[in-house]
């Protein structure tokens, strides 16, 4: 019997498998992989947790009982919005703004499509809205943009929405005014007459309330609207599915609340009130777990891409800072919800395949398989070609080893299927058609790295290249090729790399208040005061409320992080900076803030972008608040032979490459061990991954245990 204690599970539910990485209290790790079960998403990471616990030999339910923190990270809010299965929304706003709801943000009609899409704006259509125009009522009530009530709220008229929407069958009502985040008055009066109306029609505990300007106090109308929309809309759906997964693993003896990844890399509990903040928690877990790498090795520069069943992501960190995208574009909705920076693709190993009837070219995804019925080879029903059937008729999947052998793959059911639905449509050999699909999704990865190198200005010699995901071992070497990294580099946990980093995260909330603040470059010390004075304000009234928030959901001394986004004056988009100074005591502590945000801005953007004479801008500050948890512990090993032991040398097998087909020896990626060196052809396996080395290269194993590709 095993004598491990657990200590922290990472849980990463994507479209196609579920993730899990448990962690033990000396360090060590085990990765457990299921499909992901979208009606009771419980059921699949409770087949996944069970496959990491046989790895370990440790009793199911002892690793619930050890485990003290618990993390979850995946997309069941964005599918919530893609399915568009929420709650009947209604919204009571300003009147003269009611149909700002349906005519959104401009972008937005361009958000999701491909560049020959964009191209031809006549057939773009304004993403489905939340919520009925019906469901939408004006009330007369004005906050200028000085935060000066010019009109009070007529309250019968709140009353009279109220009324309707009850009569419509309203699920959650949400309160948008203009300008609510300078002063809240009339959208807290608001509320108190709706919470009163609701009560009167016994509805008081099952429609819930939203107030605006309590989710998202910042400026940009538009998206803190989309915000309250989405909290409402899909939250409480959401916040179901988790406390139904909560329920699960405490019934298996765990003993605290489950925690969530927050969209700009913490945690929180599931009871977070602003649970759309959790948006994107899969592939933020990501990001996080290479910050904790850069960390932990010094490898400060880094793009990180994660390649899965659904989709193709990328991120980049430099000289260690995680850039914050304040208003990202997320389910084609505009909204304020700071998100690590993130590109996306829809390009990933269950991507469906097919053949343009036009062009007679292969085209690869946006839509995916799924888990449900997932790939063809995986005979669950799938019907339709993906990227994994033509893996699998190449030789590069083991189809005896997938999930370590608990799925058989039908290598003559991918066959068929590719032959029917692309090479014989448009007469080429099978294996060469195969190849060729596995080649454009390699070209359109490595399209998305430059793209974002070339967007952020990164010189990508001065970075490593991370590669992780379920399927990104297997293509690595394809999308890097061609393109001059510092190191190339994969995981053995690659599979659960998302899951490890959810492990990497403190407990963290994030707040932020809109100001109005203009520093001239000439701007005197009287003035600079004064400007101190709003900066000082503003923190201090939002670590009063972080402090309050977090210490209900955790326990631990609290860490408080002042934030501060600058621009130039006349820029369009700020930069966000972590402020070295709690409080500003007088004109040269601002100086000092406003140097090192330009150091930043220099090192993100060149120095030759700086613009001192055009002064400074400061439309937002923000309070991160941080309790520390537990974390992996990462040690480094002694390197060892370069010739792997005689145990990790499994067999060979051919694999279809570049025309041919070729031998490949074939290991156990588990036995790898620190220096050890694989030269290529060679397929690296593992129960939830498999790594691809090509002739003329070769992987190395370094004292960390990481895999660098030669």
């Not at 948890?629 to 145990?647: I, M, N, T, W």
Request: charged fraction near 25%.
């Amino acid at each position: 019997m095993s004598t491990r204690k657990p200590l922290v599970l990472g849980i990463d539910a994507g479209g196609t498998m579920t993730d899990t990485f448990i962690v033990d209290e000396s360090g060590g790790f085990v990765v457990g992989k299921a499909a992901t079960t979208p009606a009771d998403e419980s059921i699949g990471l409770i087949e996944a947790a069970q496959d990491a616990s046989d790895y370990w030999d440790v009793p199911f339910d002892d690793t619930f009982r050890e485990l003290e923190v618990t993390l979850y990270s995946g997309t069941t809010m964005l599918n919530t919005l893609l399915q568009r299965r929420g709650k009947r929304l209604g919204l009571i706003t300003t009147r003269g703004i009611e149909d700002d709801v349906l005519m959104g943000r401009g972008v937005q009609t361009w958000a999701g499509y491909s560049y020959s899409d964009r191209i031809h704006a006549v057939t773009h259509v304004h993403p489905q809205p939340l919520l009925q125009r019906r469901m939408v009522f004006g009330v007369t009530e004005r906050v200028d943009a000085a935060g000066e009530t010019v009109i009070p709220l007529y309250e019968d008229e709140v009353r009279d929405a109220v009324e309707v929407l009850v009569g419509d069958e309203a699920e959650a009502i949400v309160i948008h005014f203009l300008f609510s985040f300078l002063n809240q008055e009339n959208e807290k009066r608001a509320e108190q007459i709706v919470l009163e109306e609701l009560e009167r029609h016994g509805l008081r505990d099952s429609v819930p309330v939203y107030v605006g300007s309590e989710l998202r106090p910042v400026i940009r109308e538009n998206s803190r609207l989309n915000a309250a929309l989405i909290e409402a809309y899909a939250a409480g759906w959401v916040r179901g599915q988790l406390q139904n997964i909560e329920s699960a693993i405490q019934t298996r003896g765990f003993r605290y609340p489950l925690q969530t990844v927050l969209a700009y890399g913490g945690l929180c509990n599931i009871r977070h009130p602003r649970l759309h903040e959790t948006f994107i928690s899969g592939p933020v877990g990501g990001v996080m777990g290479a910050r904790y790498v850069s960390q932990l090795t010094g490898m400060k520069n880094i793009i990180v891409t994660d390649l899965g069943g659904t989709s193709f992501d990328i991120a980049s960190i430099t000289d260690g800072y995680v850039p914050v995208e304040p208003e990202p574009t997320l389910a084609r909705f505009k909204l304020n919800l700071p998100t690590i920076a993130m590109e996306s693709i829809g390009n990933g190993c269950g991507s469906l395949v097919k053949v343009d009837p036009v062009t007679r070219k292969f085209q690869i995804g946006p839509e995916s398989a799924g888990s449900d019925p997932g790939p063809v080879c995986f005979g669950r029903g799938g019907e339709q070609v993906t990227v994994t059937d033509c893996n699998l008729v190449l030789g590069y999947l083991n189809p005896d080893y997938f999930l370590g052998g608990k799925v058989r793959l039908d290598v003559e059911g991918a066959e068929r299927a590719v032959r029917e639905q692309l090479t014989d449509v448009i007469g080429i050999d099978l294996h060469e058609g195969a190849e060729a699909v596995l080649r454009l999704m390699e070209r359109e990865a490595q399209a998305a790295i430059r793209s974002l190198a070339s967007t952020r200005g990164l010189d990508t010699s001065d970075y490593y290249l991370f590669g992780y995901g379920g399927a990104g071992p297997m293509h690595l070497a394809g999308y890097s090729a061609g393109m001059d990294f510092s190191g190339v580099i994969t995981f053995p946990f690659a599979a659960a790399f998302s899951a490890f980093g959810c492990t990497t995260a403190d407990y963290q909330h994030r707040y932020a208040r809109t100001v109005a603040l203009a520093i001239p470059n000439d701007a005197s010390d009287a003035a600079k005061a004064d400007v101190c004075a709003a900066i000082n304000s503003s923190w201090a009234e939002m670590e009063i409320q972080a402090k309050e928030e977090l210490l209900r959901e955790v326990e631990g001394e609290v860490r408080f992080t002042p934030l501060a986004m600058i621009r130039y004056g006349g820029q369009l988009s700020d930069l966000e900076h972590v402020s070295r100074f709690s409080r500003l005591e007088g004109p040269r502590d601002l100086e000092g803030l406003i140097d090192d945000w330009e150091d930043l801005y220099a090192r993100i953007n060149s120095r030759v972008a700086k613009y001192e004479k055009a002064g400074y801008q400061i439309f937002e500050l923000g309070m991160l608040v941080t309790v520390e948890k537990v974390k992996p512990r990462q040690v480094p090993h002694e390197l060892g032979s370069p010739e792997p032991a005689a145990d990790a040398r499994k067999s060979s097998r051919r694999m279809y490459y570049r025309g041919e087909w070729v031998d490949a020896s074939t290991w156990e990626m588990d036995l790898i061990q620190p220096g050890n060196r694989i030269p290529g052809p060679a397929i690296i396996e593992h129960p939830a991954t498999t790594l691809i080395v090509p002739p003329q290269q070769s992987v190395e194993s370094d004292e960390w245990g990481f895999l660098w590709l030669k």
